[in-house]
T-cell receptor, first 114, second 112 residues
Framework: KQEVTQIPAALSVPEGENLVLNCSFTDSAIYNLQWFRQDPGKGLTSLLLIQSSQREQTSGRLNASLDKSSGRSTLYIAASQPGDSATYLCAVPYSGGGADGLTFGKGTHLIIQP | IAGITQAPTSQILAAGRRMTLRCTQDMRHNAMYWYRQDLGLGLRLIHYSNTAGTTGKGEVPDGYSVSRANTDDFPLTLASAVPSQTSVYFC???????????FGQGTRLTVV
């Protein structure tokens, strides 16, 4: 059964810093990996999707990398801003169980201090 | 563009009552999903549908049923609600299974 772990669980930093959020998964046979952002009381917003054949994806100040063989992904946030404060979730498709859908990590709760 | 619309946004429900959470998408996506999000447990898959007319069970399907009569709608029914079904429910869709997933804004359900 696929398991997804995100470290750290929470992070508080002053604005302007560059950040790295970590995600690890136990089954490396994944189609892709997706990073989401969730604001309090809101739904999930898709940030980046990395296909299994890709090493990284970039969108603005966000860069996500994927190392399938080691079961790891990182989300790099450059020049953090208070508006980046949110919970960041990574997810990979189910494996081995026959179900389609995503297995999620429990998220990193990020606070950017003005 | 509406994307995914869930209704209601919140609901307080008496235990034992029947409830249907509605989900509609206007992106003509084939795959649709229902998740529940609970503090400390994260998001877990309840049911999914890879295309209209087919459904499947996820990680936590007990007490829930779904139908997929057409591409756009994927309702989730609680036949007889119990307090442990208190949660935030999210509907999601993707163009195909295992492609980028897009989420609705959620339904906050409290069963008392």
């Amino acid at each position: 059964k696929q398991e997804v772990t995100q470290i750290p669980a929470a992070l508080s930093v002053p604005e302007g810093e560059n950040l790295v959020l970590n995600c690890s998964f136990t089954d490396s046979a994944i189609y892709n990996l997706q990073w989401f952002r969730q604001d309090p009381g809101k739904g999930l917003t898709s940030l980046l999707l990395i296909q299994s054949s890709q090493r990284e994806q970039t969108s603005g100040r966000l860069n996500a990398s994927l190392d399938k063989s080691s079961g790891r992904s990182t989300l790099y946030i450059a020049a953090s801003q208070p508006g980046d404060s949110a919970t960041y979730l990574c997810a990979v498709p189910y494996s081995g169980g026959g179900a389609d859908g995503l297995t999620f990590g429990k998220g990193t709760h990020l606070i950017i201090q003005p | 563009i509406a994307g995914i619309t869930q209704a209601p946004t919140s609901q307080i429900l008496a235990a034992g009552r029947r409830m249907t959470l509605r989900c509609t998408q206007d992106m003509r996506h084939n795959a649709m999903y229902w998740y529940r999000q609970d503090l400390g447990l994260g998001l877990r898959l309840i049911h999914y549908s890879n295309t209209a007319g087919t459904t499947g069970k996820g990680e936590v399907p007990d007490g829930y049923s779904v139908s997929r009569a057409n591409t756009d709608d994927f309702p989730l029914t609680l036949a007889s609600a119990v307090p442990s079904q208190t949660s935030v429910y999210f509907c999601a869709s993707g163009e195909q299974p295992n492609t980028e997933a897009f989420f609705g804004q959620g339904t906050r359900l409290t069963v008392v």
